[in-house]
């Protein structure tokens, strides 16, 4: 579908005044702050970056919650490491973390 510059602009305003109302204010507030999300490639970069990593691990880090990662030496558990340091080894079970046995 081809439309003019000043088409196009006509569409969305008649878009947004029909969405506007049909919905609730929480509604278009909740897309309005969607709006303002910084461009996905930006996002994409800082998360799979160092200084998004170390972000990440900051914020997980100041809720005091556990991190996660694969055990290297055997396939398929996991590495829970609490805030204090402490380490178990488990799987995820229905969304939880379950620990195993200790390796002997």
Same mark, same amino acid.
């Given at each position: ?6 088409a196009q602009l006509e569409f969305w305003a008649k878009? /947004? ?8 204010? =929480? +509604? %278009? ?20 970056g160092p200084k998004g990593k170390e972000l990440a ?7 005091? /919650? ?8 055997? =396939? +398929? %558990?996991?590495i829970e490491r609490a805030a204090d340091g402490t ?18």
């Amino acid at each position: 579908m081809e439309r003019t510059p000043t088409a196009q602009l006509e569409f969305w305003a008649k878009l /947004g005044r029909v969405m506007e109302g049909v919905m609730s204010h =929480a +509604g %278009v507030t909740t897309i309005k702050q969607a709006a303002k999300v910084k461009k996905l490639d930006e996002l994409l970069d800082l998360s799979t970056g160092p200084k998004g990593k170390e972000l990440a691990l900051a914020e997980i880090r100041r809720h005091k /919650g556990p991190t996660y990662s694969s055990d290297a030496d055997e =396939a +398929g %558990v996991i590495i829970e490491r609490a805030a204090d340091g402490t380490q178990r080894r488990g799987r995820f079970v229905n969304r939880r973390f379950t620990p195993i046995a200790a390796k002997r």
